[in-house]
């Protein structure tokens, strides 16, 4: 299977995880372990290091040097510390954030058992990494629909990504994921021109069970608002129409098809009470969607877009149209 997981310095995917993932790759973990143990299993004891870069021309006059090195002002390289693999160019003044500063940014708040470090891992070769820690063991929707809270850090080398905390929850029946609020304290966006400063942002540890508390608020109104087929068609229309689809071409798109498959009895927990035919069930019909069935290069990349990418947008827009069903 294709993927983008960085496989380099461990000879496996740089991934753990305390669960077995949509991948299927990494080391599984036992629960409980230390910032250290979680740094080496998940390929995050690299350094990101930066150098000049120097490039080499053809001889531009009969008396120069064969070949002649030039230099890029005001642009860097960074770089892995273990293999020397080029990881981004970005402008001298890129602050860095070390992989293992994004575990040991739930440090703290894991010696205080405040939450349990779930996941880290390293994408694109190492030019993105992450982690997830657990803030409760979750709340139930209905009988058998459980949805638990995470908080999720990541940051690029590449410039891909400013460094991001947000809250995220996972339904656990299906393993969709949909992010929580996009701002105050509940999620934090350090651009790379700033320098990170992790005590800063730990409010959103703070906020994470107030916030869940009120998205579960949310998710059991959801779940008592019924749906019946030809609203969740119109519902799924909207979703998909873009300003190049209208929503014709929308009810006829492969992804309309799967999302109203899914509704109808094809997705995981659709036939739980809270799910069936009820607007919670829609939106997880859409998240799981997103999440699982999309169209994407690989797993990996589709996993990638859902988290911080339009599939996470796609996402965002089927709560509002859930909302206002």
């Not at 405040?114 to 657990?134: D, N, P, Q």
């Not at 949805?147 to 969709?176: F, H, K, M, Q, W």
Request: charge should be neutral; aromatic fraction near 8%; glycine fraction near 8%.
């Amino acid at each position: 299977m294709a993927h983008q997981l960085d496989t380099v310095s461990l000879g496996r995917a740089s991934y753990a995880s305390t669960q077995r993932e949509w991948h299927g790759l990494g080391e599984l973990m036992p629960a409980g372990q230390d910032i250290e143990t979680w740094a080496q299993a998940a390929g995050m004891e690299y350094k990101v290091q930066r150098a000049t870069i120097r490039y080499a021309t053809e001889r531009l006059t009969p008396d120069a040097p064969l070949h002649s090195l030039q230099t890029l002002d005001e642009r860097l390289v960074l770089f892995r510390s273990d293999t020397g693999a080029p990881l981004g160019v970005v402008s001298d003044s890129y602050k860095v954030v070390q992989p293992r500063e994004v575990l040991e940014f739930f440090r703290e708040w894991a010696q205080a058992n405040a939450c349990t470090i779930e996941s880290a891992g390293v994408l694109f070769g190492g030019k993105r990494y992450f982690a997830t820690a657990k803030m409760s063991d979750g709340v139930f929707v209905g009988e058998g629909d459980k949805v638990v809270p995470y908080v999720l850090l990541s940051t690029s080398a590449d410039g891909s990504l400013a460094t991001e905390g947000r809250i995220t929850t996972v339904r656990v029946v299906c393993n969709n994921t949909l992010r929580l609020a996009s701002k105050g304290a509940s999620s934090f966006r350090v651009s790379h021109r700033t320098t990170f400063k992790a005590e800063e942002c730990r409010g959103i540890i703070e906020s994470a069970h107030a916030e869940f508390g009120t998205f579960m608020e949310t998710s059991r109104k959801l779940a008592s608002i019924k749906v019946e087929s030809r609203l969740a068609e119109d519902m799924t229309a909207l979703l998909l129409t873009t300003p190049t689809r209208d929503a014709d071409a929308a009810r006829d798109s492969a992804g309309f098809a799967k999302i109203m498959s899914l509704f109808q009895g094809g997705g995981k927990g659709s036939t739980l009470d809270s799910s069936r035919e009820t607007a919670w069930g829609w939106l997880n019909s859409a998240t799981e969607f997103v999440d699982h069935h999309v169209r994407a290069r690989s797993d990996e990349n589709r996993t990638a877009a859902a988290l911080w990418g339009p599939g996470a947008d796609l996402k965002q827009r089927a709560l509002e149209i859930a909302l206002a069903a």
